[in-house]
C-alpha cells in the first residue's frame, strides 16, 4: 500500500512539473499523447483484420512514426520560437532607426 501512496505522489509531481514547465501547451500535448496512443492500440487491435501479423518489428515502425511525429511537432515549436525572435528583433530595429530619424 505504501508503495502505490509513493508511485502516485511520483507520477503527480511529474505530470505537476510537466505542466508548469509547458504552460498552456500542457493541454495540447497530453491530448497529442492521448491520440498517439489510442492511434497505436487501435493499429494493434486492427492489424489481425487487415490480414498482417502482430510483430515486435512492426510495432516498432509504428513507434518510430510517432517519433518522427513528435520531431515535428517539435521543429515547428522551434521554428515559432526563431519567428517570434525575428520579430522582435526587427520591431527593436524598425523603432531604433525612426527614433534616430527623429
Known sequence: MENIKTIKLAVTGF????SSWLG???APMYILV?????DYATG??????????????VGFRG?????????LVALG??????VTYAK????AKIL???RALG
Request: with cysteine.
Open 15 to 18: 505530470f505537476a512539473l510537466l
Open 63 to 71: 513507434i518510430a512514426k510517432k517519433c518522427c511525429m513528435w520531431l
Open 34 to 38: 492521448l491520440l498517439n496512443m489510442a
Open 44 to 57: 494493434f487491435v486492427a492489424a489481425p483484420y487487415r490480414g498482417e501479423k502482430r510483430s515486435s518489428e
Open 88 to 91: 522582435a528583433a526587427l520591431a
Open 77 to 82: 515549436g522551434v521554428l515559432d520560437w526563431l
Open 96 to 98: 531604433a532607426a525612426k
Open 24 to 26: 498552456m501547451l500542457a
